[in-house]
């Protein structure tokens, strides 16, 4: 019962930045974790980062540490990934997701889900 908006996808050139949003709404859970992922074609769904909203933990995937930051505004009720220094093999269709309590890399452990937005990194 949570819904889950993404936006702030498109096209950048390597070297660049790009900044996602995810703005929940609905029934939430106690402590909502909200995570990132990304599917390249071809590819599985892979992990990129979390935060727990509560206290703000963040958790990132080795491929984008020093480069990606998840963060939250408490107020508007949305989680953000800023990414820097993209490169090609970022291109990929970015999902927000949600689920309880504990950070996990595991997409299957994740309730809800954005409608994905897409990201494409020219070389």
């Known amino acids: 019962q949570v819904q889950l908006v993404e936006s702030g996808g498109g096209l950048v050139q390597a070297g660049g930045s790009l900044r996602l949003s995810c703005a929940a709404s609905?029934?939430?859970?106690?402590?909502?974790?909200m995570g990132w992922f990304r599917q390249a074609p071809g590819k599985e769904r892979e992990f990129v980062a979390a935060?727990?909203?509560?206290?703000?933990?963040?958790y990132y995937a080795d491929s984008v540490k020093g480069r990606f930051t998840v963060f939250r505004d408490n107020a508007k009720n949305t989680v953000y990934l800023q990414m820097n220094s993209l490169k090609p093999e970022d291109t990929a269709v970015y999902y927000c997701?949600?689920?309880?309590?504990?950070?996990?890399?595991?997409?299957?452990?994740?309730?809800?889900w954005g409608q994905g937005t897409q990201v494409t990194v020219s070389s």
């Open positions: 997701a949600a689920r309880a309590d504990t950070i996990v890399i595991a997409s299957t452990l994740y309730d809800y």
């Open positions: 609905g029934r939430t859970f106690s402590n909502v974790v």
């Open positions: 935060i727990m909203w509560r206290g703000g933990v963040t």
